[in-house]
């Protein structure tokens, strides 16, 4: 067998991981879509009552419950976005 061959037979038989939740963290549900959307944030604290909406979100849908649960790069938008709608509603932006 050449190495080429090698290389092929060793890529074909590696399985990637999957950042697709195994089930819905509310109700447990499996079935689960992915979807881009709107995800919104409830603010706590100083900011009560007020509420950050973060547009174009990856994320997975609970068809079960409607539960939103952002994929690790969702979570990683929503986090910079709030942060800086915090700044914002703060007055800390220059």
């Not at 447990?28 to 174009?56: C, S």
Request: net charge positive.
């Amino acid at each position: 067998m050449t190495a080429t061959a090698r290389r092929k037979k060793h890529r074909m038989a590696r399985k990637t991981k999957s950042s697709k939740p195994a089930a819905c963290q509310a109700c447990q549900g499996t079935n689960l879509v992915r979807r881009i959307t709107t995800y919104p944030v409830h603010l706590a604290g100083e900011l009560e009552g007020k509420q950050i909406h973060v547009g174009r979100v990856a994320l997975y849908e609970c068809q079960r419950c409607g539960h939103l649960m952002p994929t690790p790069a969702g979570q990683a938008k929503v986090d910079r976005n709030v942060h800086m709608g915090i700044r914002l509603f703060l007055g800390q932006l220059h």
